[in-house]
């Protein structure tokens, strides 16, 4: 029972460097979530897919991009990462039009040297 | 945008206390989470309060959605050292996307 399943769990990148954050959920959900954590700042939403074939904007998009790959899959990624997007970054999900909240995965924890 | 307020910061207790911390909005809320998060982990969701006055615990765990909707407060009862995390509420925003917006998070410490 997997539940949220994040990868890379930890990973350094050089400024410039591209990489994708993988994301799966095996609980059939509909909605899928990005999030970055900050010291002192919470979570803050980066992107969201409210249903397969959907992406919206978050509070904090710039400089990411997402694919709703599937039901189960929604990556992030950073084309040119900078010093100013190490953070780590959750996934989560939930079912669509509910107030159930979130499944979050473990993070990832991304430093861009 | 909507904002959430949580409070106190930071705080250490000794095993065995009560703790209590708070999470204010300028805005209502429809539904009201708080979830815990171990270090290296993510967050885990504790209680679910979906009425204003509602209270509902877990445990040692008692929450409240506030009179106003505008707020929501978490107690921890005789506090144990597996207590120790950070502690985030979140509200549902009521722009209809069902998003919910975090607060900075509490982080507890509890000294054995």
């Known amino acids: 029972n997997a539940g949220v399943t994040q990868t890379p769990k930890f990973q350094v990148l050089k400024t410039g460097q591209s990489m994708t954050l993988q994301c799966a959920q095996d609980?059939?959900?509909?909605?899928m979530y990005w999030y970055r954590q900050d010291p002192g700042m919470g979570l803050r939403l980066i992107y969201y897919?409210?249903?397969?074939?959907?992406?919206d904007k978050g509070e904090v998009p710039n400089g990411y991009n997402v694919s709703r790959l599937n039901k189960r899959e929604f990556s992030l990624r950073l084309e040119s990462a900078a010093p100013s997007q190490t953070s780590v970054y959750f996934c989560?999900?939930?079912?669509?039009?509910?107030?159930?909240?979130?499944?979050f995965g473990s993070g990832t924890r991304l430093t861009v040297v | 945008g909507q904002q959430l307020n949580q409070s106190p910061q930071s705080m250490f207790i000794q095993e065995g206390e009560d703790v209590s911390m708070n999470c204010t909005s300028s805005s209502i809320f429809n539904t009201w989470l708080w979830y815990k998060q171990d270090p290296g982990e993510g967050p885990v969701l504790l209680i679910a309060?979906?009425?204003?006055?509602e209270l509902t615990s877990n445990g040692r765990l008692t929450a409240q959605f506030g009179i106003t909707r505008k707020d929501s407060f978490l107690n921890i009862s005789a506090s144990i050292p597996s207590d120790v995390g950070i502690y985030f509420c979140?509200?549902?925003?009521?722009?209809?996307?069902?998003?919910?917006?975090f607060g900075t998070g509490t982080r507890l410490k509890v000294l054995a």
């Open positions: 897919s409210a249903s397969e074939g959907t992406t």
């Open positions: 309060l979906y009425k204003a006055g």
């Open positions: 979140a509200g549902l925003s009521t722009s209809g996307t069902y998003k919910y917006i």
């Open positions: 609980m059939n959900h509909n909605s």
């Open positions: 989560a999900s939930s079912r669509q039009g509910t107030n159930y909240g979130y499944t």
